[in-house]
Nanobody, 120 residues
Framework: QVQLVESGGGLAKTGGSLRLSCAAS????????MGWYRQAPGKQRELVAA???????NYADSVKGRFTISRDNAKNTVYLQMNSLKPEDTAVYYC??????????????WGQGTQVTVSS
């Protein structure tokens, strides 16, 4: 059984910073790509940033230059450093990871979500 546990959300002011963490645990054989998505009220869930096991990254245009995704493969953990926050960054942020468990079959897993609220 595999779980993703997120932490680090909360309230920030415009221009402020927050750091999200997401740790994968359980019967893990290999963690492949990891990423962060977000969903604002009334909107569809969208990709914010993703990182491969080798460290290649991609970002949504709306966060380029402000957010940085990174990972610690030894800890099966992915991070999202969010700087220069804007009110439009307000959303529930979800961690996502493609993980192969004991069966060696890869599934996509989701975290429970963490609220990020940016006040103007």
């Amino acid at each position: 059984q595999v779980q993703l546990v997120e932490s680090g959300g909360g309230l920030a002011k415009t221009g402020g910073s927050l750091r999200l963490s997401c740790a994968a645990s359980g019967s893990i054989f290999r963690v492949n790509a990891m990423g962060w998505y977000r969903q604002a009220p009334g909107k569809q869930r969208e990709l914010v940033a993703a990182i491969t096991s080798g460290g290649s990254t991609n970002y949504a245009d709306s966060v380029k230059g402000r957010f940085t995704i990174s990972r610690d493969n030894a800890k099966n953990t992915v991070y999202l450093q969010m700087n220069s926050l804007k009110p439009e960054d307000t959303a529930v942020y979800y961690c996502n990871a493609d993980i192969a468990g004991r069966t060696r079959i890869t599934y996509a897993y989701w975290g429970q979500g963490t609220q990020v609220t940016v006040s103007s």
